[in-house]
C-alpha cells in the first residue's frame, strides 16, 4: 500500500473483490495532513473516525469516506512534539476522536479548543497506550477528571437535569447533561467511556486466531460487522481475497445480524412509546432469528463464524431450505407489524416530529447509517460500492428526508425487507461451499483497512500485522460516536420526555466498539 | 343526617371494607398484569406477584438518600394512611357504611389530593432532579383532571341532589331508568379522569424505567425497602378505590342495602366479578394505546371535561 492514491488532485483507489475502494495514504508533514483532509472536505469525504497507534513511530490515522471509496490518512508523529494538527475546523466530530486519541496515547491536538478529558475519567496516571519511553507522553491533560466541565446553559428558569451514568433501567452506562426549561431540552450534552475496554491493548501481540475471536466479541450487536471488517482488513494487508463461496455466506451473516438488531430496535422504540405488545411481537421474530442462527451456524449472535481468509460455516441443502423459509415467514409477518405501526395513531403521533435530524446537520457530522439515510444522506456501502457478491443483487438504498423518529422506523423496516430479498438471492445462487485461505505471510509489516456497512451504520476496520501472522495494532471503529453527536444535535426543541425515545432511534452504542 | 349509633354489623362491615381493599388492592394490580402479558404474548408471573414484592420490600431494610428531612420519611405512612382511611369512606360492601355522614364525593376528592401532594412533598424533598419533574409532571395532570373529576361528581349527584355518596347509590339505585345517557357520558369521562388520575396508560406507563419518561415512578425513585412498599402499596389501594367509586356511581347494581352476613358474601362476590371485568378492561386499553405526548395530556383532560360537562347538560336536556 505505498502507491499515492491521489494523483495531482485525481483519485486512485484500489477496488477490492469483496468490500469497498479503499487507500492508505502515508504523510510525513502535518502540513500535508492538513491539505490531503481539505482536499477530502472538498470532495465531500465525511470523517469517520480518528485512531493513533504506537509502533516503531507514534502515528495518528484518519479514515473518511468518499463516495468513491475510504481513505485513511496515516500522519508519522514527530517523537519530539507528539503534536497533530487538530481536524475540527473542518470535520467537526473530530474533536471528540482526537481527545480520545490524546488520552490514550498522549498525542497533542494542536488548535483543538475543547481540551476536556474524553476517555480519561481519572483511573489512569499517563495515557495507557502511550510510548513508556517518551517522556512527553506523560504529561496528562489539564482539566480535573472529577466534576467534568460541561457546557452550562444560562438563563431564567434554565435547570440542569443530570441522567446516569447509572439508569434506572438495566442498560449501559452512559452520562446525559439535559439543560432545560420546563419539559424543553435547550441542549444535550453526553459524557460516554464509562466502559472504556481497552480493546486497543487486547488486539496487540495476538495471533490472527485470536484477533477473529476477539473482533467478533467487541460488541455483542456487531459481531459480524467487527469480524467481517476485522477479517477485511487483515485480507488486504495480506494481499488476498476470499472465495466466491465465502463472500456470499459472509454477505449472508451480514444481512442477518441487520435484521435481527433492526427488529430488536423497531420492538423496543414500540415500548419506550408506550406500547408494550410491540416489543413482545418483535422480540418474538428476533428470537427466532438468533434461534435459526444457533442450529445453523452455531451461535445465536453469530460469534466466530467469520475469520481471516474466509468463514468457518458452511450451509447445507438442508439448512439453505430453513433460511429460505425463514426468510418467507420473516417477510410476512414484519408485513403485518410494519401495517399496524403504520396505521397506530397514538405511536406515530410519538414517532412525527419528533427528534428531528437535519439533512445539513447529518451531513456536516458524516452521519451514516440508518440515522443518515433518514435525515436525506444517501449512503449505503452496499449500494454505493458494489462489490461481490453484493453488486449482483444489489439491495436498494432506503432513503428518507424528513429525519424524525418516524423516519428512522420507516428506514428501519425498508431495510429489513431489502435484507430479506438479499438473502434470499443469496441463498439461491450459493455458490460452491466456501472455502477458507492461508495467508500468505511476509517478513516487513502490512497494513490493510476495511469498512462495512453494519446495522447501525458504517464500521471501519484496520490492522497492522508483524511478521508471523501477529497482530500489532488493530482499530475497530463502529459509527456511534457519530451517532451521538447526531443525537445531542436532534434533541434540542424536544421534550425531555421524548428523549429515550429518540436515543432508541438512533441506538448509539454506549460503549461502542470501545468508547 | 345525624350519626346513629354505631351497630356491631355496620362495624364488622367497615373492618371488612378496609381489609378487602387493604388485601385485594395487589390481587387487583396482578390481574392487570396477568391480562396485559396474555394480550403481549407474554408468560404472566402470577396472581400474588404484587403480593410477593411488596413482602420482598418490606423485609429489605430502608436506605435513605443525602440530604433528605423528616418529611421524606413521613410522606410514605401518611400517603397510605390517607389512602388507607379514604377506603373507610367508599361504600361498597353496604350502601350506608359506618362513616356514611362523611362519605361525601367532594371529601373523597379532596383525600386524594392530599395524597397526592403528600406524595409530591416527599418526592421534592430530596432535590433530585427526577423526584422534581415527576412531582411537577403529577401535579400538572392532577390539576387538570381535577375539574372533570368533579364535574363528574356534579352530573351523578344529579340525581340525588346531593353529593354524598350514599345517597347517589341510593338513587340510581332505585326507580329510575336503567339507561340514562347522562350518566353514559359521564362513565367514558370518568374513564380518562381514571386513567389520568392512577398513571396508567396513555397518560403514563406503570412498567417504564425510562426515568425521563416517568410521572408515577419518578416521584418513588429515592424510596426503597418498606417505605417504597408503603407507597406502592398505597397507589394499588388507590386505583382499587377509583374503580369502586366508578362502580358506584355508574354500576352500583348488588351493593347490598342491610348488611348481613350473606348479602356482604353476595355483594363481595358481586363486586370482584366487576372489579376483574374492569381490571380487563384497563389492561386492553393499555395494551391498544402508545404513551401520550406528555403535552398531549391537556388535550386527554380536555376530553374528559368536555365528556363530563357533556352529560351534566344532557341530564337536563334529555332527562328531567
Known amino acids: 500500500m505505498n502507491e499515492r492514491p491521489f494523483d495531482e488532485g485525481g483519485l486512485c483507489l484500489i477496488p477490492s473483490e469483496e468490500g469497498i475502494p479503499r487507500a492508505l495514504l502515508p504523510l510525513d508533514l502535518p502540513e500535508n495532513y492538513l491539505r490531503e483532509a481539505r482536499f477530502l472536505k472538498s470532495s465531500g469525504a465525511r470523517l469517520k473516525g480518528i485512531w493513533g497507534a504506537t509502533s516503531e513511530t507514534p502515528s495518528l490515522y484518519a479514515a473518511f469516506l468518499l463516495k468513491e471509496g475510504l481513505v485513511v490518512l496515516s500522519l508519522s508523529l514527530a517523537r519530539s512534539t507528539l503534536s497533530f494538527p ?17 488520552d490514550l496515547f498522549g498525542f497533542r491536538p494542536e488548535g483543538l479548543s475543547d481540551l476536556r478529558l474524553q476517555t480519561n475519567h481519572g483511573l489512569w496516571a499517563r495515557p495507557p497506550l502511550s510510548d513508556p519511553d517518551n517522556p512527553l507522553a506523560s504529561d496528562s491533560p489539564s482539566s480535573p477528571p472529577e466534576n467534568y466541565p460541561f457546557v452550562r446553559v444560562s438563563g431564567e428558569g434554565v435547570h440542569e437535569i443530570p441522567v446516569g451514568p447509572v439508569h434506572a433501567g438495566i442498560i449501559e452506562p452512559g452520562h446525559f447533561r439535559f439543560s432545560v426549561v420546563g419539559e424543553k431540552v435547550l441542549r444535550l450534552e453526553t459524557r460516554m467511556g464509562y466502559t472504556h475496554k481497552g480493546i486497543a491493548s487486547l488486539f496487540h501481540g495476538r495471533s490472527l486466531a485470536e484477533g477473529a475471536r476477539l473482533a467478533s466479541r467487541i460488541s455483542g450487536d456487531s459481531a459480524v460487522a467487527c469480524s467481517l471488517v476485522f477479517s477485511q482488513a487483515v485480507e488486504q494487508a495480506a494481499g488476498i481475497a476470499p472465495s466466491e463461496g465465502s463472500r456470499f455466506v459472509r454477505a449472508i ?91 397506530h395513531g397514538g405511536l406515530q403521533d410519538r414517532f412525527q416530529n419528533t427528534g428531528i435530524l437535519l439533512p445539513e446537520v447529518a451531513h456536516l457530522y458524516g452521519v451514516g447509517g440508518v440515522a443518515g ?84 451504520g458504517e464500521v471501519i476496520g484496520w490492522v497492522r500485522l508483524l511478521q508471523g501472522e501477529v497482530l500489532e495494532s488493530v482499530h475497530i471503529q463502529d459509527p456511534s460516536p457519530l451517532l451521538w453527536h ?14 429515550p425515545l429518540i436515543n432508541k432511534s438512533f441506538n448509539p452504542s454506549y460503549s461502542g466498539t470501545d468508547l | 343526617m345525624a350519626i346513629t ?60 438518600p443525602e440530604g433528605h428531612s423528616i418529611l421524606f420519611v413521613l410522606v410514605p405512612p401518611a400517603f397510605f394512611s390517607v389512602i388507607a382511611g379514604a377506603s373507610l369512606l367508599v361504600p361498597f360492601l353496604s350502601v350506608s357504611p359506618l362513616l356514611a355522614p362523611v362519605a361525601d364525593a367532594v371529601t373523597l376528592v379532596g383525600l386524594f389530593s392530599l395524597a397526592r401532594m403528600t406524595m409530591a412533598l416527599g418526592a421534592m424533598d430530596v432535590g433530585t432532579p427526577f423526584g422534581d419533574m415527576g412531582a411537577r409532571r403529577e401535579m400538572m395532570v392532577a390539576f387538570l383532571t381535577e375539574p372533570a373529576t368533579l364535574m363528574i361528581l356534579f352530573t351523578v349527584s344529579l340525581w340525588s341532589g346531593s353529593t354524598s355518596v350514599p345517597s347517589i347509590i341510593r338513587s340510581l339505585s332505585d326507580g329510575h331508568d336503567l339507561f340514562h345517557p347522562s350518566l353514559l357520558i359521564a362513565a367514558l369521562a370518568f374513564i380518562l379522569v381514571f386513567l389520568g388520575e392512577n398513571a396508567r396508560l396513555p397518560i403514563d406507563n ?47 347494581a348488588g351493593i347490598p342495602e342491610a348488611p348481613t352476613f350473606l348479602s356482604v358474601l353476595a355483594g363481595s362476590g358481586i363486586l370482584a366479578g366487576k372489579l376483574f371485568l374492569l381490571g380487563s378492561g384497563i389492561a386492553l386499553i393499555e395494551s391498544l394505546f402508545a404513551k401520550l405526548r406528555i403535552f398531549r395530556v391537556p388535550e386527554f383532560t380536555a376530553l374528559a371535561y368536555l365528556l363530563s360537562t357533556l352529560g351534566f347538560l344532557l341530564h337536563f336536556v334529555l332527562e328531567v
Not at chain 1, 447526531?486 to 428523549?499: C, I, R, S
Not at chain 2, 367497615?14 to 396477568?34: K, T
Request: aromatic share 8%; proline share 6%.
Open chain 2, 206 to 252: 406503570p412498567t417504564t424505567h425510562l426515568e425521563l419518561t416517568m410521572i408515577h415512578e419518578a416521584m418513588l425513585l429515592e424510596y426503597s425497602g418498606p417505605l417504597l412498599a408503603l407507597m406502592e402499596w398505597g397507589s394499588m389501594q388507590k386505583l382499587l378505590l377509583y374503580l369502586l367509586i366508578g362502580i358506584d356511581f355508574f354500576a352500583p
Open chain 1, 486 to 499: 447526531a443525537l445531542e444535535a436532534a434533541t434540542p426543541g424536544n421534550l425531555v420526555a421524548d428523549f
Open chain 1, 86 to 102: 487538530s481536524l475540527s475546523g473542518l470535520f467537526p466530530a473530530a474533536g471528540r476522536f482526537e481527545r480520545t486519541v490524546r
Open chain 1, 373 to 456: 439515510r433518514a435525515s436525506g444522506q444517501a449512503f449505503d456501502a452496499r449500494v454505493d460500492h458494489r462489490g461481490d457478491p453484493t453488486h449482483r443483487f444489489a439491495p436498494a438504498l432506503s432513503l428518507d428526508h424528513t429525519g424524525d423518529v418516524a423516519a428512522r422506523v420507516r428506514i428501519r423496516f425498508l431495510e429489513i425487507f431489502e435484507s430479506l430479498i438479499f438473502t434470499r438471492s443469496l441463498l439461491l445462487h450459493l455458490p460452491e461451499p466456501p472455502l477458507s485461505m492461508a495467508l500468505p505471510d511476509a517478513p516487513e509489516p502490512r497494513e490493510g483497512c476495511a469498512l462495512v456497512e453494519g446495522f447501525r
Open chain 1, 253 to 343: 451473516l451480514l444481512e442477518r445480524e441487520r435484521i435481527a438488531n433492526h427488529l430488536g430496535d423497531l420492538g423496543a422504540l414500540g415500548n419506550d412509546a408506550g406500547l408494550g405488545a410491540a416489543l413482545s411481537l418483535f422480540s418474538r421474530l428476533r428470537e427466532r432469528l438468533h434461534r435459526t442462527s444457533l442450529t445453523v451456524f452455531g451461535h445465536r449472535l453469530l460469534f466466530d463464524t467469520i475469520v481471516p481468509g474466509g468463514v468457518s460455516a458452511s450451509l447445507s441443502a438442508s439448512a439453505i431450505g430453513h433460511l429460505l423459509g425463514e426468510c418467507d415467514d420473516l417477510t410476512r409477518e414484519i408485513s403485518q407489524l410494519e401495517r399496524i405501526y403504520a396505521d
Open chain 2, 5 to 64: 349509633s354505631p351497630s356491631p354489623a355496620m362495624v364488622a362491615v367497615e373492618a371488612v371494607q378496609l381489609l378487602f381493599v387493604l388485601l385485594f388492592a395487589p390481587v387487583l394490580y396482578g390481574w392487570i398484569a396477568i391480562v396485559r402479558a396474555f394480550l403481549s404474548n407474554r408468560t404472566p408471573a402470577g396472581l400474588f406477584q404484587p403480593w410477593r414484592n411488596l413482602l420482598r420490600l418490606f423485609k429489605k431494610e430502608t436506605l435513605l
